[in-house]
């Protein structure tokens, strides 16, 4: 799966996008990992639920409430 499609939707509608992915299970391609369950997959889900709130805290820390758009995005 890619975001390729809306990656250049954004670009085209000049908005800014970006991706946070976090990995549920290993068992597609990871030969060693045993099959995937259901709870097992709910549990990665609800630990990168976590995660992904504390990623956006710091990304928006960082950006702060005056950061402007100094991106090209807008003129894309």
Known sequence: MTAATEAKLCRE???CYATLGLVTDYDVWHETEEPVSVELVLQNMA?????AKAVLKKALAALGAE???GC???SA
């Open 47 to 51: 630990f990168n639920i976590g995660n």
């Open 72 to 74: 090209g995005c807008g």
């Open 67 to 69: 950061a402007g758009r």
């Open 13 to 15: 509608a000049e908005i």
